[in-house]
């Protein structure tokens, strides 16, 4: 028992935190029992911060992760939510901002606080970023706040607003239109916005619509592939435009056969900062007019795991519009005078 008497689950999900090198210098995931020892050994003098568990969901590459694993977490999550005072989540940072956002959907009404968390190096390396993300992330498990978060270099990011924009740098995590939580000096520096522990309670809201698809338009693509991809059976699509949410007027019979099939388009920009503006232009305009869902300022991984939950829970695209455009945990903020579409 240490002397804060605090608790902390990890979920241990795999990643390159305790992954290592092959001979052919390939890092790769170790068995299960070599990979929580290397987790366990970066830091031995953890039990001064909290009292620390492990919940075993997977020891994989992020790259192979699925939404039943983010199922997976939030259930375990909501099974021992009034066991712990404090979740962090490992993960490998591929695809971390795409889990973080997945959980701050189905983590209704989260009264603490959940820390997702990773490395650039294995932490078997000296050179290792691992031990410091991990210790932090720890320390941030156990404050006052409440949420879903990624802890990285020296950011506390809000989940559903973060990104990766970088593969080698060890600050690999970026706020997407909105400021960081909070700064990682000699102490932890909270800003003053950010929602604090509750006693509400935990409402789990699982389920993910797997078949969503995501477009990045490139000038010349041919207007065809978009229409083979609309009449694929897909139930969602996610567009990608230039600018403000600008779409060559070539593919607006995809969007009108989309809109024909009741399959939802959210466009989004290409621009990692900034948000749609579609009423602006003509080209925007017209895609709001055949029934297109704006994006707004909201990261790509926000969108594509908003749309995938919503999904599950919507009977119509106008049901679905209603979901995106509604703040669940502060990942969307409609553009102040523009239309609501």
Not at 43 to 71: G, K, Q
Not at 202 to 219: A, H, K, R, S, Y
């Amino acid at each position: 028992m240490t002397a804060s008497n605090t608790r902390i689950l990890v979920l241990f999900c795999g990643g390159t935190l305790v992954m290592e090198k092959d001979e052919r210098g390939s890092l790769l995931t170790p068995t299960l029992d070599r990979a929580i020892k290397n987790l366990l050994s970066m830091e031995t003098r953890l039990d001064e911060l909290a009292d620390l568990e492990v919940a075993y969901i997977d020891n994989i590459d992020s790259s192979n992760i699925r939404p039943e694993h983010w199922d997976h977490v939030a259930e375990v999550i909501a099974e021992k939510y009034d066991d712990y005072d404090g979740f962090v989540v490992t993960h490998g940072t591929d695809t971390m901002a795409y889990t973080a956002s997945a959980l701050s959907f189905v983590l209704q009404g989260l009264g603490k606080p959940v820390v997702l968390t990773g490395s650039q190096i294995p932490g078997t390396r000296i050179e290792s970023d691992a031990r410091r993300n991990f210790v932090n992330a720890v320390r941030v498990a156990t404050m006052d706040l409440a949420g879903v978060f990624i802890v990285f270099d020296r950011k506390i990011l809000l989940g559903a607003r973060a990104t990766k924009s970088s593969e080698s740098r060890l600050d690999a995590f970026v706020a997407v239109n909105r400021g960081v939580v909070g700064d990682i000096r000699v102490d932890v520096r909270i800003t003053a916005d950010h929602s604090r522990r509750t006693d509400s309670r935990l409402d789990l809201q699982p389920g993910f619509e797997e078949n969503v698809v995501i477009v990045t338009l490139v000038p010349g693509m041919p207007s065809d592939v978009l229409m083979c991809i609309v009449e694929s059976g897909i139930k969602g699509l996610v567009l990608r435009g230039f600018g403000t949410g600008n779409v060559a007027y070539e593919y607006q019979d995809a969007v009108t056969r989309a809109a024909e099939l009741e399959i939802p388009i959210i466009v989004t920009t290409q621009c990692q900062q900034g948000a749609t503006m579609m009423h602006r232009y003509d080209l925007g305009r017209k895609l709001l007019d055949l029934g297109a869902i704006q994006g707004y300022d909201m990261s790509t991984e926000g969108i594509v795991t908003k749309l995938m939950w919503a999904l599950k829970r919507a009977d119509s695209v106008e049901a679905v519009r209603e979901i995106m455009h509604t703040d669940v945990c502060g990942e969307i903020v409609l553009e102040s005078g523009s239309p609501r579409a």
